[in-house]
């Protein structure tokens, strides 16, 4: 319930606090409006500031509600890969899942300008598509191909190691395209690269949240298999779970919750590991009943704290997401680390 209060509390501060000042009366007013619209009663709110509402609309509810599925899906994300690997330092991109997205994005980014002779940072929302098309389908193919691998080996540390592997793979690659780019497409590749809700409005904004929407439910249909994989291989084979079917499937969720979220947002960094951390902390259980709707709500709120300090009051433009993400994540994640070790408790 807490955490429920602090989601809505901070979408409150989200809408609220920005670079330009709304009150929170006319806030109300643009938010109630189309439900006024709706009853026939137009008069029933006075009329709002016609920039204050574009603001709303087209700026911070979208960002707001980015922050929220995108937060959550992270969580998830990571909570699965902890699970999965019994590592308190695996994150949604200890696959290269993410290094997969970026270099989709790095061969529609930086090779636009040479083949195409125009730079993709020109193309306005054609060249956004294409980036998150790209993202995605980069994504997919390194999951396709860990999935493949996790077919033929055993081991986890196997699995893990072939995963850090295909991304530093994918950064050297990344590294020759940067090279050989033009200056201005570098440079759109590394706006990308720092993170931002802010990308996401209008019909991507609605379809980026009816995909988590139905992606984040399917995650938790695999609670059980995932508590049973907490007992162990052998104690859970015997249970009757299928092992390598159940660390696949949740390989699977992992790997598109990551891919669609970094399709939409870019890489946004440590949310992934420090969001289990904290709702264990919170929860004290390794009951994923309980820690999977606990990591996403702590995400979302998480997600929303950051995307508010990345754009406090004060600031021209906005910071980038992954360096408060950094800030804020680093501390949350040492403090557990050591909350745990003063209490005894192992890892």
Same mark, same amino acid.
């Given at each position: 319930? $807490?955490?429920m209060v602090a989601v809505v509390a901070l979408t409150v501060v989200n809408l609220l606090f920005g670079s330009v000042h709304i009150p929170f009366r006319e806030v109300g007013q643009i938010l109630l409006r189309p439900l006024s619209s709706w009853w026939g009663a137009q008069d029933a709110c006075l009329p709002a500031d016609g920039l204050g509402e574009a603001i709303i609309w087209r700026s911070r509810l979208p960002q707001a509600l980015?922050?929220?599925?995108?937060?959550?899906? #992270? $969580?998830?994300?990571?909570?699965?890969?902890?699970?999965?690997?019994?590592?308190?330092?695996?994150g949604p991109s200890v696959l290269g899942i993410s290094n997969g997205s970026a270099l989709g994005v790095a061969f529609v980014v930086l090779l636009s300008g040479q083949l195409g002779g125009v730079a993709l940072s020109r193309l306005g929302y054609l060249g956004d598509a294409a980036m998150s098309v790209a993202a995605i389908v980069g994504a997919l193919a390194v999951l396709m191909l860990i999935v493949w691998v996790s077919q033929r080996v055993q081991g986890h540390v196997t699995l893990l190691i072939i995963g850090v592997m295909i991304g530093y793979l994918a950064n050297a690659i990344i590294g020759v395209l940067k090279f050989l780019a033009p200056e201005e497409d570098v440079k759109s590749f590394v706006?990308?690269? #720092?993170g931002s809700f802010s990308r996401v409005s209008g019909d991507a904004m609605l379809l980026f949240v009816g995909l988590m929407g139905v992606l984040l439910p399917l995650s938790c249909l695999l609670v059980k298999p995932m508590n049973l994989l907490l007992l162990g291989d052998r104690y859970a084979a015997n249970l009757g779970l299928d092992i390598r079917r159940a660390r696949l499937s949740v390989i699977v969720s992992s790997g598109v919750l990551v891919a669609i979220v970094t399709a939409y947002c870019g890489p946004i960094m440590f949310i992934g590991m420090a969001v289990p951390h904290l709702a264990r902390a919170l929860f004290r259980t390794s009951?994923?009943?309980? #820690?999977?709707p606990a990591a996403m709500l702590s995400g979302s709120a998480l997600a929303l704290f950051c995307n508010f300090v990345a754009r406090m009051p004060g600031f021209e433009g906005a910071l980038p997401v992954n360096?408060?993400?950094?800030?804020?994540? $680093?501390?949350?994640?040492?403090?557990?680390?050591?909350?745990?070790?003063?209490?005894?408790?192992?890892?």
């Open positions: 319930m $807490a955490l980015t922050a929220i599925v995108a937060g959550a899906g #992270l $969580a998830v994300s990571g909570l699965q890969m902890q699970t999965v690997f019994r590592n308190p330092l695996a706006v990308w690269g #720092l009951d994923h009943r309980v #820690l999977m360096s408060v993400t950094a800030l804020v994540g $680093a501390p949350v994640v040492a403090a557990v680390l050591f909350r745990r070790r003063r209490d005894g408790v192992g890892e």
